[in-house]
């Protein structure tokens, strides 16, 4: 059964860099079934699709043009996890933060973390 | 980018009766394989968001029967056979089809 842990500060400074992880148990960061997401919900945007790293014989990116200036989205195949950065955050980038397995063949989120409420602010 | 956009907002509902929910995007979700990209997730109060519908009708693993999706191109509906209790939250589609995956406002299910 695929687990998603994530873990990371509630509470971020305007400016400064958000960061959060999400360890996967139950399946691989590198296996080539998946795709590993983060999306956020806010109040004023909904769920919000932020971006996405995955493996095919090399990694892959792909983010919300949004946030594509600020976010980094990283796997860590050491410690089996997947991590989000946002630099230079507003509070307009508080939100309840979720990282989600992407299940590619299907094309469906079968696996969600707990969420994460981030708060910006000074 | 493809628009989500879901009918009702809000949704009360007699337990035991049916209950249905609209959703239409901007472009069709129907690929080239036959395939409509659309799926149905359930966000109970203070959860996580979960699969219920995927593909447009394919219910996902546990799901009760009572749930079905059905649409193609831009008009889809998920219906509530029997409305139970534990069905209350919201309600989100999702356009599979292509980047950036979008989903729609949401519609709030609630017990009259």
């Known amino acids: ?122 | 980018d493809i628009v989500m956009t879901q009918s009702p907002f809000s949704l009360p509902v007699t337990p035991g009766e049916p209950a249905s929910i609209s959703c239409r995007s901007s472009q069709s979700l129907l690929d080239s394989n036959g395939n409509n990209y659309l799926d149905w997730y359930l966000q109970k109060p203070g959860q996580s968001p979960q699969l219920l519908i995927y593909l447009s009708s394919n219910r996902a693993s546990g799901v009760p029967d009572r749930f079905s999706g059905s649409g193609s191109g831009t008009d889809f509906t998920l219906k509530i056979s029997r409305v139970e209790a534990e069905d209350v939250g919201v309600y989100y589609c999702m356009q599979a089809l292509q980047l950036p995956l979008a989903f729609g406002g949401g519609t709030k299910v609630e017990i009259k």
């Open chain 1, 1 to 122: 059964q695929v687990q998603l842990q994530q873990s990371g500060p509630g509470l971020v400074k305007p400016s400064q860099t958000l960061s959060l992880t999400c360890v996967i148990s139950g399946d691989s960061v590198s296996g080539n079934s998946a795709a590993w997401t983060w999306i956020r919900q806010s109040p004023s945007r909904g769920l919000e699709w932020l971006g996405r790293t995955y493996y095919r014989s090399k990694w892959y990116s792909d983010y919300a043009v949004s946030v594509k200036s600020r976010i980094s989205i990283n796997p860590d195949t050491s410690k089996n996890q997947f991590s989000l950065q946002l630099d230079a955050v507003t509070p307009e980038d508080t939100a309840v933060y979720y990282c989600a397995r992407w299940a590619h063949e299907e094309r469906h989120f079968d696996h969600w973390g707990q969420g994460t409420l981030v708060t910006v602010s000074s």
